[in-house]
């Protein structure tokens, strides 16, 4: 691993396992990369992990600036870190800065840009010990944002971090109620409406699994088997995709499960267990996860859920 380009893709490739050893490797990056996708990449990294996950922004903030300084005309994506990443460490000034920069770069309003880098601060800060507080602040941010239209590339701003804080809720409540969630909810449906604008068949297709995986963790089980079989639809009218495939199955199979379905659940579960055995190891073990999540669909007898 000695270039900057493939230390740069080995902390992507870890950061979420190992955080420590990925800061190690994006601390000397800032004066080596030169191409703008591979600053906009570790201003981001710098963002996700030496702030969101390691809790250290000044860091975070200091390894944004340096690649934002590294390119002629900083990009909007690079913008948009260094505004979250200065607003988490306390230096006003620059977040005002890195605001109004993104503003100008993206032709977007200023309050628009403002709901945006409101949205992404709380995103990275959010963890499940906190989402008591900041849960009405989120449901507030993502009523503001669900009345912008446009530029595109804001909106897809939205749509990720929406998808990210959606995710992270479910991940800490995957059977959720009441207030978590009504926010976790609404957040996803904001993150589906904006791929819908703005996004590739892919990133439509997987915003129906996300729109399952919520739905199915609050009871709403016929909206979860519809968004199932949307995406699962979008797959067969595009390309293969047989991991997202065989995950739109579990979802679904979970949804007619608790529907009382037995016969469509079962279906949709050996759907799912066909594909897995080509899956990698990280993927099969994703998959075996996911089918010990579902414990209420009805299975022959002697055939366990994922059972060769």
Known sequence: ??????????????????????????????????????????????????????RRWPEALTICSQAVSAVSAPRADMLRSLAASATLAGDALEAAKAEADLTMALDASSDDCAALIRLLVIEQDLAKERLDRWRPLLERATIRAEVIGGPPELVRFLAITANNSASAIL????????????????????????????????????????????????????????????????????????????????????????????????????????????????????????VAAIQTVVTPPGSPPGSP
């Open 1 to 54: 691993m000695t270039t900057p380009e493939a230390r740069l893709a080995e902390a992507i490739r870890i950061h979420d396992d190992d955080p420590w050893t990925a800061r190690m490797l994006l601390l000397p990056l800032p004066g080596l990369l030169k191409e703008p996708d591979d600053l906009a990449r570790l201003a981001w990294l710098a963002t996700h992990v030496l702030g969101g996950l390691l």
């Open 171 to 290: 991940d800490w409540y995957p059977t959720a109620g009441g207030k978590t969630a009504h926010v976790m909810e609404r957040v996803a449906r904001l993150s589906f409406r904006c791929w819908h604008a703005v996004g590739t068949w892919v990133q439509q297709e997987r915003a129906h699994y996300l729109m399952a995986l919520v739905l199915n963790a609050t009871g709403q089980f016929s909206g979860a088997a519809e968004h199932a079989r949307a995406g699962l639809a979008l797959i067969e009218a595009n390309e293969p995709a047989p991991i997202d495939r065989c995950f739109h199955q579990l979802a679904l199979a979970r949804a007619l499960g608790a529907l009382g379905d037995a016969a469509g659940s079962v279906a949709a579960l050996a759907e799912a267990a066909a594909a897995a055995p080509s899956f990698d190891d990280y993927w099969k073990a994703e998959y075996h996860k996911a």
